[in-house]
């Protein structure tokens, strides 16, 4: 028995040992003894590389590794403008390394200097890519970033690139959601985990053939494992409301698994003022106008929250589950609009006046969640990814529109009442595979299948009150019913030479629609096939000089709310209509470019537009009505000539101009003027210059200087007159660039403030828009953990979801 008890005790001793883990640690200095916070440390063991551990130094420049096995080490210590530094550990105790002292790169250190100093732009084959990381725009939100990206407009709360709007990626992941909701998603995520972004005028067949440019936003990568965490938030005052957006975000990162979760809040009201003329026609003479002046107030507390999960099983599998939920409360989301109306007859003598007061109240509730699985193949490059995703967006509005008349002395004439009730509900179901192949160190094969299937539902109820009473309005109450199916087939294939690359692709896609009025009892089917080839040839004629050509074809369907018939009315004498009968525009895009010296860039393009969806203005001159109908157009055209530029001035003074004229014409069939062919058109040029300034030895203070302007332009039967705008931003970043604070003003002049006029054969409306443009800024910034993390944060991409609601 005490032999077994011995044998017993140092078995049980014998396997502590070996199972005992230590710790090692130290501390990061230069040659001064200052220690260097934020380096990244990474330490492996010698029989198991692939167990990799990371960490980043202290505010001290102090590191620890825990839960450490016996046996043989290598420690590495790198960080930016020092030379890298290794050492081999035998750790068979608690140890205690003491001091690495890291030297200087002074190559490295001039090297950051330059990137610090400015983006840079480089050309590929079908995309020019804006790199910002580690640069002075990087402590930005990613909305100010854009609005410095080469070929990017940003403008009355529009992104444009070549006039059109464009479709946002991240990470080659589409974010579908409305206009308005891009922007407070952009505006409250932080630059400072952005690499670079991709502006894609011509996308290829890999990217879906509905909208037109793509900017895919790029995010950094880093192994090192941990937490990191940020607040942020802005703070915007107009000439009457004062405007705010409040956010969080934390990631959380270890060897398989990453977690993040984003929230962002966005209080604010926002003023406009607009004023209209209509001149009503009988017998091509004037015999009525209508002058109308309104206010408008917009009460919003939008809330985004954003949550991912990422698993990695192992190095050749993964798993990634992402959420996006877009909450609108009742309470918080309100449009009051007030607004009074002169009416003259033919000698401008006042006849009346109705004065109309219109209360709605929304709610939005947006949740859409996506399932990514990713496959890759024992060869380098090659990959399978395979995504499921379902959305459920749930809209309803009220409004409450109140009418009062008057006659030319002002006595009451009569009163007119009526309320709408409106709902809109949305399934959205979507599956795709994506396959990627390296052929050779030079070709590269890719294709992919998609599937989606939309089912929405929308109802109008209105109610006119006679009496205090409600009798419900048949004639203007609907309820209308939509499905659609989509298949999607893609292939590409691209090829690099010495001096010449080259990417093919084509898509094809079969979509099959199914509209139905309840109210009329009517259907509408449609279903066609279409095929979306694109070309990309680019020619390094020297170091100094590159030539490139690029094709594609496009695809825009109609917004779900755009097919839906109902009359949705504004007041008495003006209302939206839907179009069940809306066809796709299809557009073909030539773009031919010339860079010198990788900084000035020519660009010639020519889009013939067929079909396009307009929601255009019409004055009926019978019943004295204004229709806000969406219809297609019979075709646009347009060609211009961009020139655009990054480039150093003097030292700690850089320039970016972005500059166009272009040409468009519009051709229409004027429906409430006997369907008779119409063309408006017109030369129109547009010019961005900002100039970046920095101070301060470590740069850490800068200032931007930014002028825009915009000639007159033709919109579809419209005309839009020029606008213009200086924006100044100061900005200094704190505490090793933990935190940064701005101050500026935008639109100082007040000139963004713009003109539409509608005049063509028996139609004369005039519009002109006042809304706050003018705004004085002060935004802030703060992170915390280990933020020189970057996280896995992405939204929910698929087309389908951009079509759910028009802003």
């Avoid at 080490?73 to 030379?83: A, K, N, P, W």
Wanted: aromatic share 14%; with cysteine; glycine share 4%.
């Amino acid at each position: 028995m005490f032999k077994k008890l011995i044998s017993f005790f140092f078995i049980t001793l014998t396997s502590l040992c070996f199972s005992q883990q230590f710790s090692v640690r130290g501390a990061v200095l230069d040659s001064v003894n200052t220690p260097i916070a934020y380096a990244n440390v990474i330490i492996f063991n010698n029989e198991q590389p692939e167990n990799v551990k990371g960490l980043t130094t202290n505010d001290d420049g102090f590191f620890e590794f825990d839960n450490l096995v016996s046996g043989e080490y290598i420690l590495t210590v790198s960080f930016l403008g020092f030379e890298k530094f290794s050492k081999t550990l035998k750790i068979e105790s608690d140890s205690n390394i003491g001091t690495i002292i890291l030297k200087e790169n002074i190559e490295a250190l001039n090297g950051v200097t330059v990137i610090a100093k400015r983006p840079t732009i480089k050309r590929m084959v079908d995309r020019l890519v804006f790199n910002v990381e580690n640069s002075t725009l990087s402590s930005n939100n990613v909305l100010d970033v854009l609005k410095h990206t080469p070929g990017v407009l940003v403008m009355n709360e529009t992104i444009t690139v070549k006039q059109s709007a464009p479709t946002i990626y991240i990470n080659d992941r589409r974010v579908n959601l409305s206009s308005n909701e891009v922007q407070q998603l952009l505006e409250g995520t932080s630059a400072s985990n952005i690499k670079s972004i991709e502006v894609i005028t011509n996308p290829p067949a890999k990217y879906e053939a509905e909208g037109s440019a793509v900017l895919n936003i790029i995010t950094s990568k880093n192994i090192i494992a941990g937490y990191n965490g940020s607040v942020f938030g802005n703070y915007k005052q107009g000439s009457e409301f004062p405007k705010y957006t409040f956010g969080t975000s934390h990631f959380f990162k270890t060897k398989k698994l990453n977690l993040y979760l984003n929230y962002s809040i966005s209080p604010k009201k926002e003023f406009r003022n607009n004023e209209e003329s209509v001149n009503f026609f009988e017998d091509n003479l004037n015999t009525t106008t209508w002058e109308t002046n309104f206010e408008r107030v917009r009460k919003s507390a939008n809330q985004n929250i954003n949550a991912n999960i990422d698993y990695e099983f192992d190095e050749n599998n993964s798993l990634g589950f992402s959420s996006s939920v877009l909450i609108s409360p009742r309470r918080q989301t309100q449009n009051k609009v007030n607004s009074i109306t002169q009416v003259f007859n033919a000698n401008k003598v006042l006849d009346s006046t109705f004065i109309t007061d219109n209360l709605k109240v929304d709610e939005t509730l947006n949740m859409a969640f996506t399932l990514d699985y990713i496959h890759k193949f024992k060869k380098e490059g090659e990959k399978l990814v395979v995504n499921a995703h379902h959305t459920n967006y749930d809209f309803s509005s009220f409004q409450d529109v109140d009418t009062n008349y008057f006659l030319p002395d002002d006595s009451f004439l009569r009163n007119n009442r009526f309320q709408t009730f409106s709902s809109q509900e949305i399934k959205l179901f979507t599956s795709q595979l994506d396959y990627e192949l390296p052929l050779d160190n030079s070709a590269f094969f890719e294709a992919g299948a998609k599937i989606s299937g939309i089912n929405s539902k929308s109802e109008l109820s209105q109610n006119d009150i006679e009496e205090g009473e409600k009798v419900e309005d048949l004639e203007n109450s609907d309820t209308f019913l939509y499905d659609e199916t989509n298949f999607a087939l893609y292939s590409s294939y691209s090829k690099e030479w010495e001096s010449w690359s080259l990417k093919l692709g084509l898509r094809t896609e079969f979509t099959n629609i199914k509209g139905t009025s309840i109210s009329s009892n009517s259907t509408n089917d449609n279903n066609y096939t279409k095929f979306f080839p694109s070309l990309h040839v680019l020619h390094t004629v020297d170091d100094k000089n590159e030539v490139y050509f690029n094709y594609n074809k496009r695809i825009y369907r109609p917004r779900y709310n755009q097919l839906n018939p109902y009359k949705y009315f504004l007041n008495d004498n003006s209302y939206i209509t839907g179009n069940p009968n809306l066809m796709p525009q299809v557009d073909d895009t030539f773009t031919l470019g010339y860079t010198i010296n990788q900084k000035y860039t020519f660009e010639a393009y020519y889009r013939y537009e067929n079909n396009p969806a307009l929601e255009i203005v019409f004055q009926d001159n019978t019943n004295n009505l204004l229709k806000y109908v969406n219809t297609n157009i019979d075709r646009s055209i347009s060609y211009g000539l961009d020139f655009t530029t990054y480039t150093p001035i003097v030292n700690k003074w850089d320039v970016y101009v972005l500059s166009s004229i272009f040409y468009y014409d519009n051709q229409f069939y004027a429906i409430e003027s006997d369907n008779e062919l119409f063309n408006n058109n017109q030369w129109s040029v547009y010019a961005q210059i900002i100039n970046y300034f920095s101070f301060l030895k470590d740069k850490s203070l800068s200032t931007d200087v930014s002028l825009f302007y915009m000639s007159a332009y033709a919109d579809g039967p419209s005309e839009l007159s020029g606008r213009s705008s200086l924006d100044i931003n100061l900005k200094k970043t704190l505490w090793n660039n933990r935190a940064s604070v701005s101050l500026g003003i935008t639109d100082v002049f007040n000139g963004l403030n713009f003109t539409q006029t509608t005049k063509y054969l028996n139609q004369d409306v005039l519009f002109n828009s006042r809304m706050e443009n003018r705004l004085i800024t002060f935004g802030f910034n703060y992170k915390f953990g280990n933020f020189n993390l970057n996280s896995n944060k992405r939204t929910i991409e698929l087309q389908e979801r951009d079509r759910l609601k028009s802003e």
